[in-house]
């Protein structure tokens, strides 16, 4: 069983930032693909940015509202995932969840088996 942690959450005003770190443990843990996504109040999980695990690190999808300003990388010797925030905005207010994909290298939630618990981002204004 694959456990993803998130931490580095909490409170920012406008225009600062914020690293998001997902910790992964497991004896079966290793993912094709790693991903951020957040969830609005009332709203679907909606996709932020994605990374492929094995590859040189380079290989990288964003959501186009994020593109510029996040950041995703991971360390594969820590078994730990990076999303880096600048230029928050209240916008950016949300859960941020990590996930892991075994086979998809996506944005689409469903693609996705393994999640996190969630870390509260707020960006105030």
């Known amino acids: 069983q694959v456990q993803l942690v998130e931490s580095g959450g909490g409170l920012v005003q406008d225009g600062g930032s914020l690293r998001l770190s997902c910790a992964a443990s497991g004896r079966s843990f290793s993912p094709y693909v790693m991903g951020w996504f957040r969830q609005f109040p009332g709203k679907e999980r909606e996709f932020v940015a994605a990374?492929?695990?094995?590859?040189?690190?380079?290989?990288?999808l964003y959501q186009p509202s994020v593109k510029g300003r996040f950041t995703i990388s991971r360390d594969k010797t820590k078994n730990t995932m990076y999303l880096q925030m600048n230029s928050l905005e209240p916008e950016d207010t949300a859960v941020y969840y990590c996930?892991?994909?075994?086979?998809?290298?996506?944005?689409?939630?469903?693609?996705?088996?393994?999640w996190g618990q969630g870390t509260q981002v707020t960006v105030s204004s």
């Open positions: 996930a892991a994909s075994s086979w998809y290298y996506s944005g689409r939630h469903g693609d996705y088996d393994y």
């Open positions: 990374i492929r695990w094995g590859a040189s690190g380079r290989d990288t």
